[in-house]
T-cell receptor, first 115, second 113 residues
Framework: ETGVTQSPTHLIKTRGQQVTLRCSSQSGHNTVSWYQQALGQGPQFIFQYYREEENGRGNFPPRFSGLQFPNYSSELNVNALELDDSALYLC??????????????FGQGTRLTVV | AQSVTQLDSQVPVFEEAPVELRCNYSSSVSVYLFWYVQYPNQGLQLLLKYLSGSTLVKGINGFEAEFNKSQTSFHLRKPSVHISDTAEYFCAVSGTGRRALTFGSGTRLQVQP
């Protein structure tokens, strides 16, 4: 098991609603990345936070937003939910890339179902 | 920009047989390469990674992979599989500066008794 914890594990929301997913990063890690994994597909990069600042973004609309807190935990917020947002959302934490740490540790994911 | 192609969506194999899962990538910059495994209803676990140096990389659970720069490939191999290896396997690439991973679409390894 990694030290990355995500909550909740499962969630059902109605189209048009808003959702917040949470991630506690592994101790000592200052970088958090979020990925969306639709059923039967590989994970797609949403965005990355490094020391509370967004540090890269994938091809996702602005209704996907995030935060990173001083303790390096993170939130993913999705507004105006659409049916296609149904997916497994994965959080990954990693250490300081300037120190050559390269491995990302993934949490168990949050399964979001939009109905 | 980077991309990853996993050539086989499913690979059925009998227990104790060897297996190779294929992965090709494209990138205009130097890359790091990774293989992850995903068991049902779980997150991703790192099997192995190539950063630099020896092109043959050994990972956990008896898996290994070989980086071939000229063919832009990073195929995963195991000489003898077990039932417990049944899972989804993802090849991924990242730039050496930025840590965001680009994943392939995955290969479902199904080990049969």
């Amino acid at each position: 098991e990694t030290g990355v914890t995500q909550s909740p594990t499962h969630l059902i929301k109605t189209r048009g609603q808003q959702v917040t997913l949470r991630c506690s990063s592994q101790s000592g890690h200052n970088t958090v990345s979020w990925y969306q994994q639709a059923l039967g597909q590989g994970p797609q990069f949403i965005f990355q936070y490094y020391r509370e600042e967004e540090n890269g973004r994938g091809n996702f609309p602005p209704r996907f937003s995030g935060l990173q807190f001083p303790n390096y935990s993170s939130e993913l917020n999705v507004n105006a939910l659409e049916l296609d947002d149904s997916a497994l959302y994965l959080c990954a934490s990693s250490g300081n890339s300037l120190q050559g740490e390269t491995e990302a540790f993934f949490g168990q994911g949050t399964r979001l179902t939009v109905v | 920009a980077q991309s990853v192609t996993q050539l086989d969506s499913q690979v059925p194999v009998f227990e104790e047989a060897p297996v190779e899962l294929r992965c090709n990538y494209s990138s205009s910059v130097s890359v790091y390469l990774f293989w992850y495994v995903q068991y049902p209803n779980q997150g991703l676990q790192l099997l192995l990674k190539y950063l630099s140096g020896s092109t043959l990389v050994k990972g956990i659970n008896g898996f290994e992979a070989e980086f071939n720069k000229s063919q832009t490939s990073f195929h995963l191999r195991k000489p003898s599989v077990h039932i417990s290896d049944t899972a989804e396997y993802f090849c991924a690439v990242s730039g050496t500066g930025r840590r965001a991973l680009t994943f392939g679409s995955g290969t479902r390894l199904q080990v049969q008794p």
